[in-house]
Protein backbone atom coordinates (compact mmCIF):
# COMPACT_ATOMS: atom_id res chain seq x y z
CA UNK A 1 0.00 0.00 0.00
CA UNK A 2 1.50 3.56 -0.90
CA UNK A 3 1.23 6.48 1.20
CA UNK A 4 -0.88 8.85 0.99
CA UNK A 5 -0.11 12.16 -0.69
CA UNK A 6 -1.40 13.39 3.14
CA UNK A 7 0.60 11.14 5.15
CA UNK A 8 3.97 12.05 2.91
CA UNK A 9 2.77 16.21 3.73
CA UNK A 10 2.86 15.05 7.32
CA UNK A 11 5.67 13.64 7.58
CA UNK A 12 7.78 16.45 5.33
CA UNK A 13 6.15 18.57 7.77
CA UNK A 14 7.29 16.87 10.75
CA UNK A 15 10.73 16.29 9.13
CA UNK A 16 11.05 19.51 8.82
CA UNK A 17 9.78 20.89 12.02
CA UNK A 18 12.42 18.52 13.85
CA UNK A 19 15.04 20.10 12.07
CA UNK A 20 14.01 23.74 13.00
CA UNK A 21 13.96 22.91 16.71
CA UNK A 22 17.04 20.64 16.82
CA UNK A 23 19.10 23.68 14.83
CA UNK A 24 17.59 26.10 16.49
CA UNK A 25 18.11 23.98 20.05
CA UNK A 26 21.87 23.57 19.26
CA UNK A 27 22.53 26.77 18.20
CA UNK A 28 20.95 28.65 21.11
CA UNK A 29 22.67 26.57 23.71
CA UNK A 30 25.66 27.53 21.93
CA UNK A 31 25.45 31.09 22.76
CA UNK A 32 25.80 30.69 25.94
CA UNK A 33 28.46 28.07 25.94
CA UNK A 34 30.92 29.62 23.49
CA UNK A 35 29.41 33.23 23.52
CA UNK A 36 33.15 34.55 21.93
CA UNK A 37 32.31 32.41 18.84
CA UNK A 38 28.82 34.08 18.32
CA UNK A 39 30.02 37.71 19.55
CA UNK A 40 33.04 37.68 17.09
CA UNK A 41 30.65 36.80 13.98
CA UNK A 42 28.47 40.06 15.13
CA UNK A 43 28.43 42.90 12.46
CA UNK A 44 30.43 45.82 13.39
CA UNK A 45 27.19 48.02 13.21
CA UNK A 46 25.46 46.23 15.59
CA UNK A 47 25.59 47.82 19.28
CA UNK A 48 26.42 46.32 22.45
CA UNK A 49 26.98 42.42 20.31
CA UNK A 50 27.50 40.59 23.70
CA UNK A 51 24.01 41.59 24.54
CA UNK A 52 22.86 40.60 20.79
CA UNK A 53 24.27 37.03 21.04
CA UNK A 54 22.64 36.24 24.62
CA UNK A 55 19.21 37.23 23.24
CA UNK A 56 19.19 35.92 20.27
CA UNK A 57 20.37 32.53 22.26
CA UNK A 58 17.59 33.33 24.11
CA UNK A 59 15.12 33.52 21.15
CA UNK A 60 16.47 30.38 20.08
CA UNK A 61 15.92 28.29 22.65
CA UNK A 62 12.65 29.81 23.48
CA UNK A 63 10.89 29.59 20.03
CA UNK A 64 12.52 25.73 19.92
CA UNK A 65 10.71 24.64 23.13
CA UNK A 66 7.33 26.56 21.49
CA UNK A 67 7.71 24.42 18.57
CA UNK A 68 7.50 21.37 20.73
CA UNK A 69 3.91 22.00 21.72
CA UNK A 70 0.98 22.64 18.95
CA UNK A 71 -0.49 25.63 20.80
CA UNK A 72 2.59 27.74 20.18
CA UNK A 73 4.08 26.17 17.47
CA UNK A 74 3.11 28.29 14.41
CA UNK A 75 3.98 31.14 16.91
CA UNK A 76 7.46 30.53 17.43
CA UNK A 77 7.60 29.65 13.24
CA UNK A 78 7.18 32.82 12.94
CA UNK A 79 9.13 33.87 15.35
CA UNK A 80 12.25 31.70 14.57
CA UNK A 81 11.53 33.22 11.02
CA UNK A 82 11.97 36.51 12.18
CA UNK A 83 14.80 35.73 14.08
CA UNK A 84 16.53 33.88 11.19
CA UNK A 85 16.32 37.27 9.02
CA UNK A 86 18.00 39.08 11.88
CA UNK A 87 20.77 37.37 12.19
CA UNK A 88 21.17 36.79 8.39
CA UNK A 89 23.56 39.97 8.24
CA UNK A 90 26.30 38.38 10.59
CA UNK A 91 26.45 35.56 8.27
CA UNK A 92 26.16 37.62 4.82
CA UNK A 93 29.10 39.76 6.75
CA UNK A 94 31.11 36.49 7.46
CA UNK A 95 30.89 35.81 3.73
CA UNK A 96 31.97 39.29 2.90
CA UNK A 97 34.76 39.66 4.79
CA UNK A 98 36.18 36.00 5.54
CA UNK A 99 39.95 36.96 5.94
CA UNK A 100 38.40 37.85 9.63
CA UNK A 101 36.94 34.28 10.10
CA UNK A 102 40.73 32.26 10.23
CA UNK A 103 38.83 29.32 10.94
CA UNK A 104 39.71 27.20 7.86
CA UNK A 105 42.45 27.61 5.05
CA UNK A 106 40.81 29.45 2.16
CA UNK A 107 39.33 28.92 -0.20
CA UNK A 108 37.71 26.04 1.75
CA UNK A 109 36.38 28.74 4.26
CA UNK A 110 34.83 30.84 1.10
CA UNK A 111 33.05 27.48 0.40
CA UNK A 112 31.98 26.79 3.88
CA UNK A 113 30.56 30.05 4.34
CA UNK A 114 29.00 30.05 1.11
CA UNK A 115 27.35 26.97 1.67
CA UNK A 116 25.95 28.28 5.19
CA UNK A 117 24.38 30.84 3.46
CA UNK A 118 22.64 28.06 1.28
CA UNK A 119 21.53 26.83 4.50
CA UNK A 120 20.02 29.56 6.22
CA UNK A 121 17.62 29.69 3.07
CA UNK A 122 17.05 26.35 3.07
CA UNK A 123 16.25 26.69 7.05
CA UNK A 124 14.25 29.69 6.06
CA UNK A 125 12.14 27.04 3.94
CA UNK A 126 11.92 24.54 6.58
CA UNK A 127 10.63 26.89 9.04
CA UNK A 128 7.60 28.17 6.50
CA UNK A 129 6.91 24.66 5.56
CA UNK A 130 7.16 23.14 8.72
CA UNK A 131 5.78 24.89 11.70
CA UNK A 132 4.19 28.24 10.12
CA UNK A 133 2.36 26.44 7.10
CA UNK A 134 -0.97 25.63 7.16
CA UNK A 135 -2.08 22.19 6.04
CA UNK A 136 -4.84 19.76 6.38
CA UNK A 137 -2.71 17.34 7.00
CA UNK A 138 -1.22 17.78 10.39
CA UNK A 139 -0.35 15.05 12.78
CA UNK A 140 0.79 15.68 15.90
CA UNK A 141 4.27 15.16 17.05
Known amino acids: ?8 LSLSKKAAIIFVFIWF ?21 I ?8 VSGLFELAGAIGLLHGFWRQRA ?3 LFLLTLCVTPANVHMWLHPELFP ?3 EPMLSAVLTLRLL ?3 FLLFCIWWGPIRKTDAVAAI
Open 1 to 8: MQPSRNDA
Open 25 to 45: FAGGIGHFVNPGFFIRIVPPY
Open 47 to 54: PYPDAAVY
Open 77 to 79: GIG
Open 103 to 105: LLP
Open 119 to 121: VQA
